[in-house]
């Protein structure tokens, strides 16, 4: 329980449970978690690799709800195990992947006779939410070139040069493929960017860097 420590405050019989009842996953990344209309069968906490939670409009467009890594729980699986509902999303594996599968049943048992599950449900929940309202607010609020500077700097890391595309950029910053398309341009006329298929080269960190501070 190294990953999820507060786990460590379950009773003996109740690591029991979660011992023998629980079971390990390991997906191929690309694999399907969970889509629109399924029901949840189980909470899942992540061991290793990391995987992404997406939303699609019914305008087509693809929005990066959160993504899951190592020693994080799927909250929508949480909230849909809570409230009974089904999935109104869809879960995908980036890379290979490592889970936890906690059954439904025995989630249910959990919750009802364990007071330090239930902190660990309800706090993971509470912070993920807030992060999710965060990034709405960024999307409804914050300027879109700001955000997209933000984002080439983070995919970039120490380095210069991204692998992806104008669509996987669109989904992630809640916009739409023409607009990225249109910004990325306007960062290439300055020079702060040089554009290729399917990659991003940076130019000018210090115009980026810049530009996502606001100024």
Do not use: N
């Not at 999307?139 to 970039?156: G, K, M, P, Q, T």
């Not at 990325?184 to 860097?209: D, F, K, N, P, Y």
């Amino acid at each position: 329980m190294g990953l999820f420590p507060v786990l460590a405050g379950l009773s003996p019989e109740e690591r029991a449970l979660l011992v023998s009842q629980a079971r390990v996953m390991s997906l191929a990344g690309g694999s399907r978690l969970f889509g629109p209309g399924d029901s949840p069968a189980a909470m899942l906490l992540v061991l290793g690799g990391q995987a992404r939670v997406t939303h699609l409009s019914d305008q087509g467009r693809e929005l990066v709800l959160y993504r899951l890594t190592a020693g994080e729980s799927c909250v929508l699986t949480t909230a849909c195990l809570l409230a009974g509902e089904d999935y109104m999303a869809t879960g995908l594996a980036e890379t290979s992947l490592q889970a936890v599968a906690i059954p439904r049943a025995l989630f249910a048992e959990l919750l009802a006779r364990s007071a330090a599950f239930r902190d660990f449900v309800f706090t993971s929940l509470s912070r993920r939410m807030t992060g999710i309202f965060r990034s709405i607010a960024d999307v409804a609020f914050s300027r879109l070139d700001v955000r997209l500077a933000e984002r080439l700097l983070a995919l970039a890391g120490q380095g210069t040069e991204i692998v992806t595309t104008h669509q996987k950029l669109a989904a992630e910053l809640g916009s739409a493929r023409e607009v990225i398309s249109r910004q990325l341009s306007r960062l290439a006329e300055q020079g702060c960017i040089s554009l290729s298929r399917g990659r991003i080269t940076i130019r000018q960190r210090a115009a980026l860097l810049r530009l996502a501070a606001g100024r």
